[in-house]
């Protein structure tokens, strides 16, 4: 059974940063596109950044680009997100997503429809 477990949300004031962890368990890593979603109060969940299996393409909305890092470590199943140049803007319900298929094409996110597996979610609140 596949698990994936965030960790790493808080509060955080503008211009701050954080540092998100996700553990994938019952799954081969290297085997799925991994990346972030987020979502705020009364909005759809969308993704915003996500690394391919074997590491060569990362993918990221243009709202954060420049300002968050993703990364992996295939031998701890662990998926990380850097995130700097906090904003308000950023707050939200941050999850982590393991998808056998493809989570991006042609550096364009996929909808979250797609995902197979969910973490529970941890939040981010990024304070004025």
């Known amino acids: 059974q596949v698990q994936v477990v965030e960790s790493g949300g808080g509060l955080v004031q503008a211009g701050g940063s954080l540092r998100l962890s996700c553990t994938a368990s019952g799954l081969t890593f290297a085997h799925y596109d991994m990346g972030w979603f987020r979502q705020s109060p009364g909005k759809e969940r969308e993704g915003f950044s996500c690394i391919s299996r074997n590491g060569d393409r990362v993918t990221y909305a243009d709202s954060v680009k420049g300002r968050f890092t993703i990364s992996q470590d295939n031998d701890k199943n662990t998926l990380y997100l850097q995130m700097n140049s906090l904003k308000p803007e950023d707050t939200a319900m941050y999850y982590c997503?393991?998808?056998?298929?493809?989570?991006?094409?042609?550096?364009?996110?996929?909808?979250?429809?797609?995902?197979?597996?969910w973490g529970q979610g941890t939040q981010v609140t990024v304070s004025s």
């Open positions: 997503a393991a998808e056998p298929g493809f989570l991006s094409s042609d550096f364009v996110l996929s909808s979250p429809s797609i995902v197979s597996n």
